[in-house]
């Protein structure tokens, strides 16, 4: 199993980004998906939460700025921002829970970079 994250780049305060994460290979079941960032000197943290059900959970400091979505059939995820700050300048992760039938695990994609600058 492979997690694929794109669509960071550099982008100036205010501005949108769209990020994807794509799983790939043996996947039986995909449960939960997460985005995750980790700003330089800090510890990775979660951003947002969504279930197979599509309940969808939100650190404060994003309530209203990110929306996170995914298609079941097409085992995708996808983190849209808006009004990003300089704070929300990360290396941004996205994870999986999938059962590969023979067990659940958790699978972490490679991370993309969003820089927030003017």
């Known amino acids: 199993v492979q997690l694929q994250a794109s669509g960071g780049g550099l982008v100036q305060p205010g501005g949108s980004l769209r990020l994807s994460c794509a799983a790939s290979?043996?996947?039986?079941?995909?449960?939960?998906m997460g985005w995750y960032r980790q700003a330089p000197g800090k510890q990775r943290e979660l951003v947002a939460t969504?279930?197979?059900?599509?309940?969808?959970d939100y650190v404060d400091a994003v309530k209203g700025r990110l929306t996170i979505s995914r298609d079941n059939a097409k085992n995708t995820g996808n983190l849209q921002m808006y009004s990003l700050g300089p704070e929300d300048t990360a290396v941004y992760y996205c994870?999986?829970?999938?059962?590969?039938?023979?067990?659940?695990?958790?699978?972490w994609g490679q991370g993309t970079q969003v820089t927030v600058s003017s």
């Open positions: 969504v279930t197979s059900g599509g309940d969808t």
């Open positions: 290979g043996r996947i039986f079941r995909l449960a939960d």
């Open positions: 994870r999986a829970k999938i059962w590969n039938n023979d067990y659940w695990d958790n699978y």
